[in-house]
């Protein structure tokens, strides 16, 4: 158990709402990564921050915001969320052997855009 | 742009077996190479990681190796067992950039 926590691990939202994912991680690492998996796409990176404040994009950050205003939290913000939006997101944490940076990764939030 | 496959996509096999998965990857300027187990609902755990100037790691019954110049890694899992049923994905970290690339995984299913 890398110390990694998100929340809600289930929401169903309808389209056109704000919605916010949390990650929580107690290990102290530096990077943390959002990511979503989808059937036929496997896991594909959304955002990810290499420190407090520092965030950069990644390959489907379309719709997606990010905040990270303490080490151990990582948000994610669906704006407007879509139904293309429906997914299992998960959170991701890395950098505290810093030679490696072997990624260890959260239980996951399905997430259901009606 | 980078590429990981996974092949085959399943694999079913009595108990006992020793098996092999295959991971390949197009660009072979990676810094690292992970294998990863993902059970039904759940997140992802991390089995072995492999530095690019590494050919193998080892954890238990579990050996990974990495032809970077051919672009491969293979997870050998030995005397397999029910528990081990479960999906196995290959990521590979780019150089000079934090994102892992995931194949699509390989559904692993040991039959008692």
């Known amino acids: 158990d890398a110390g990694i926590t998100q929340s809600p691990r289930h929401k169903v939202t309808e389209t056109g709402t704000p919605v916010t994912l949390r990650c929580h991680q107690t290990?102290?690492?530096?990077?943390m990564y959002w990511y979503r998996q989808d059937p036929g796409h496997g896991l594909r990176l959304i955002h990810y921050?290499?420190?407090?404040?520092?965030?950069d994009k990644g390959e489907v950050s379309d719709g997606y915001s990010v905040s990270r205003s303490k080490t151990e939290d990582f948000l994610l913000t669906l704006e407007s969320a879509t139904s293309s939006q429906t997914s299992v997101y998960f959170c991701?944490?890395?950098?505290?052997?810093?030679?490696?940076?072997?990624?260890?990764f959260g239980p996951g939030t399905r997430l259901t855009v009606l | 742009k980078q590429e990981v496959t996974q092949i085959p996509a399943a694999l079913s096999v009595p108990e006992g077996e020793n098996l092999v998965l295959n991971c390949s990857f197009t660009?072979?300027?990676?810094?690292?190479l992970q294998w990863f187990r993902q059970d039904p609902g759940k997140g992802l755990t991390s089995l072995l990681l492999?530095?690019?100037?590494?050919r193998e790691q080892t954890s238990g019954r579990l050996n990974a190796s990495l032809d970077k110049s051919s672009g491969r890694s293979t997870l050998y899992i030995a005397a397999s067992q029910p528990g081990d049923s479960a999906t196995y994905l290959c990521?590979?970290?780019?150089?000079?950039?934090?994102?892992?690339?995931f194949g699509q995984g390989t559904r692993l299913t040991i039959n008692p």
């Open positions: 660009d072979s300027a990676i810094y690292n």
């Open positions: 290990e102290n690492h530096r990077y």
């Open positions: 492999i530095q690019s100037s590494q």
């Open positions: 991701a944490i890395s950098g505290r052997v810093s030679v490696t940076n072997e990624q260890f």
């Open positions: 990521a590979v970290r780019i150089q000079g950039a934090q994102k892992l690339v």
């Open positions: 921050s290499y420190g407090v404040k520092d965030t």
